[in-house]
């Protein structure tokens, strides 16, 4: 069955009667009926986070509820992911993701179950870790969907693969998994859905993004190269922090000037690192970018002023040719999540339908970076791909803040706390529910 006729038979399944729509799983009572025993493995993960490709006891759990569901389970799947099957008979294959690692973060909520575990990056820095980005929700939702859907099999028919993905923070882990055969020892979707808390809706309420949702995220370093010399005598020197505060500043004309004002973009210098004593002129200073686009000629525009920009000043100060600053730009890139719009608009349609029209809607994209969008990627022209948001606010909270113009604290602040069970609640619902209408019975 086609991607088209999927969808074909997704709009003749809004008008099936109200009979057939009542006999439909009473979803929101179980979970509500589970929450108590969500909220306590919730506590437990958020306690004890992991960092990247570092997931080894939050995969074992995820592992141990799909098997005790009944699916066939897999671990080690692109270094620490889980794939978990469960087929139910003739039907699409819908997949579900959630997302398993922590941040470095040295957590400052204050909850009793606030995490004080410590590790070491694969990046070889030691930090505190902390679910500072709400995957420990994510993976209690998940959970919570694996049983609703083997409790539901006469609810649905097809095949349901449900993927624990690690390294989502550094964008690696969707693109380890697809490596590691995710595609090809296991069903091949046809549909893929997952969500992400934030903190920018009210608690409970999900948001829909057609298009792009999320950002290309690249990391480019610039070290730019001068003559180093004594601060006395600095027409006997290139210097190099003159030149790198020139290249930042020129830097901001790429998105004022040469990108498209309907064209998002973002180029924030970090990090400027140059030098160390009052009195000497270095031989280099260190820049640190991050470089935010959605399209893929956004983003070479951008990454191609960088290289220019950097050359170009680094003439203009005079530079021999043998010292042009070097550009680099990290591989790999965690590239832009991508929502089909026509599948996410029937997404988004089914959650008004679900949830209400104040309970769903649409939402602008964003330049934070997910790798979700890799799934999709990996055969777009077949499948149906949609992450949500569920919010995590307390609408009292968002309502103050602007009222007051207060910030609040953001995804990967040392201080986020999501209201844990309404985002369980919400996600767990909205994915099982959507996963049920796309392997209808029959």
């Known amino acids: 069955m086609t991607f088209r006729s999927l969808l074909a038979l997704g709009a003749a399944a809004l008008c099936i009667p109200a009979a057939v729509q009542a006999a439909a799983p009473d979803l929101r009572a179980e979970i509500a009926a589970d929450l108590p025993g969500l909220l306590q493995t919730y506590r437990a993960l958020h306690a004890h986070p992991e960092l990247s490709f570092q997931e080894v006891k939050s995969a074992a759990q995820l592992a141990a509820a799909a098997r005790k569901a009944g699916f066939e389970v897999t671990e080690k799947v692109g270094r620490t992911g889980v794939v978990a099957v469960l087929r139910n008979g003739p039907g699409p294959t819908v997949l579900v993701r959630a997302d398993m690692d922590g941040l470095p973060v040295v957590e400052q909520t204050g909850l009793p179950f606030a995490s004080k575990d410590r590790g070491t990056s694969t990046a070889g820095v030691e930090s505190g870790i902390m679910h500072a980005c709400g995957h420990d929700t994510h993976m209690t939702a998940w959970m919570e969907v694996a049983k609703l859907?083997?409790?539901?099999?006469?609810?649905?028919?097809?095949?349901?693969?449900?993927?624990?993905?690690?390294?989502?923070?550094?964008?690696?882990?969707?693109?380890?998994?697809?490596?590691?055969?995710?595609?090809?020892?296991?069903?091949?979707?046809?549909?893929?859905?997952?969500f992400h808390d934030t903190g920018d809706l009210p608690s409970g309420v999900i948001g829909v993004t057609p298009g792009y949702a999320l950002?290309?995220?690249?990391?480019?370093?610039?070290?730019?190269?001068?003559?180093?010399?004594?601060?006395?005598?600095?027409?006997?020197?290139?210097?190099?922090?003159?030149?790198?505060?020139?290249?930042?500043?020129?830097?901001?004309?790429l998105i004022s000037r040469e990108n498209s004002p309907f064209e998002p973009g973002v180029v924030t210098v970090g990090s400027f690192h140059a030098g160390a004593k009052h009195n000497i002129i270095p031989d280099e200073a260190r820049l640190q970018l991050t470089v935010r686009?959605?399209?893929?000629?956004?983003?070479?525009?951008?990454?191609?002023?960088?290289?220019?920009?950097?050359?170009?000043?680094?003439?203009?100060?005079?530079?021999?040719?043998?010292?042009?600053?070097?550009?680099?730009?990290?591989?790999?890139?965690?590239?832009?999540?991508?929502?089909?719009?026509?599948?996410?608009?029937?997404?988004?349609?089914?959650?008004?339908?679900?949830?209400?029209?104040?309970?769903?809607?649409?939402?602008?994209?964003?330049?934070?970076?997910?790798?979700?969008?890799?799934?999709?990627?990996?055969?777009p022209d077949r499948m149906g791909?949609?992450?949500?948001?569920?919010?995590?606010?307390?609408?009292?909270?968002?309502?103050?803040?602007?009222?007051?113009?207060?910030?609040?604290?953001?995804?990967?602040?040392?201080?986020?706390?999501?209201?844990?069970?309404?985002?369980?609640?919400?996600?767990?619902?909205?994915?099982?529910?959507?996963a049920m209408r796309l392997m209808p019975k029959g």
């Open 149 to 194: 859907m083997a409790a539901h099999r006469d609810a649905w028919s097809g095949t349901l693969v449900m993927v624990g993905q690690p390294a989502e923070e550094v964008g690696l882990g969707a693109r380890a998994m697809l490596a590691d055969g995710l595609f090809t020892r296991f069903p091949k979707p046809d549909f893929a859905l997952a």
């Open 215 to 253: 950002a290309n995220v690249d990391s480019v370093d610039i070290t730019v190269k001068g003559l180093g010399g004594h601060g006395a005598y600095p027409q006997t020197t290139k210097d190099p922090i003159v030149l790198a505060s020139a290249i930042v500043m020129r830097l901001q004309t």
């Open 293 to 379: 686009s959605y399209s893929d000629e956004q983003r070479k525009l951008l990454l191609d002023g960088i290289r220019r920009i950097a050359a170009g000043e680094a003439m203009a100060s005079g530079v021999p040719q043998d010292r042009m600053p070097v550009v680099s730009v990290l591989d790999p890139y965690t590239r832009a999540t991508f929502n089909p719009p026509a599948f996410s608009q029937r997404v988004l349609a089914d959650m008004k339908r679900q949830f209400g029209d104040t309970g769903a809607v649409q939402t602008p994209p964003v330049m934070a970076g997910e790798d979700f969008g890799e799934f999709w990627r990996a055969d």
């Open 385 to 434: 791909a949609t992450i949500f948001w569920v919010g995590g606010r307390p609408a009292s909270e968002l309502d103050a803040a602007k009222r007051d113009g207060r910030a609040l604290p953001s995804l990967h602040s040392p201080f986020w706390a999501p209201e844990a069970d309404k985002v369980i609640a919400a996600g767990a619902e909205a994915l099982a529910s959507e």
